[in-house]
Nanobody
Framework: QVQLVESGGGLVQAGGSLRLSCAAS????????MGWFRQAPGKGREFVAA????????LYADSVKGRFTISRDNSETAVYLQMNSLKPEDTAVYHCAQAPRGVGASIFSAAYDDWGQGTQVTVSS
């Protein structure tokens, strides 16, 4: 089981930007679909973005499309979520997730079997 570690969260004013990072202990993400999900207080886990195992397919939730970008670094050792034009409703704990090898990009949390502990993002109005 891989250990995923997120970083980059924090407090930002509405309209600001943050970049979240996700790293895996001991291996690369090459060949794995990676996703970002978030969970706000009192709400269920919500899909944010995913990049397929080939690195070509990218999926986004409608609520973040045009504002957030998911990417991998060239060495496939980190996955990023660039968040621009942040809104108070983006406030949540953001989790990085990895699907089993060969599973394509998915908006469903059940497709992912490894999860990080999360990083808090707070957007003030």
């Amino acid at each position: 089981q891989v250990q995923l570690v997120e970083s980059g969260g924090g407090l930002v004013q509405a309209g600001g930007s943050l970049r979240l990072s996700c790293a895996a202990s001991g291996r690369t993400f090459r060949g794995y679909t990676m996703g970002w999900f978030r969970q706000a207080p009192g709400k269920g886990r919500e899909f944010v973005a995913a990049t397929g195992f080939s690195g070509i397919t990218r999926l986004y939730a409608d609520s973040v499309k045009g504002r957030f970008t998911i990417s991998r670094d060239n060495s496939e050792t980190a996955v990023y979520l660039q968040m621009n034009s942040l809104k108070p409703e983006d406030t949540a704990v953001y989790h990085c997730a990895q699907a089993p090898r060969g599973v394509g990009a998915s908006i469903f949390s059940a497709a992912y079997d490894d999860w990080g502990q999360g990083t808090q993002v707070t957007v003030s109005s």
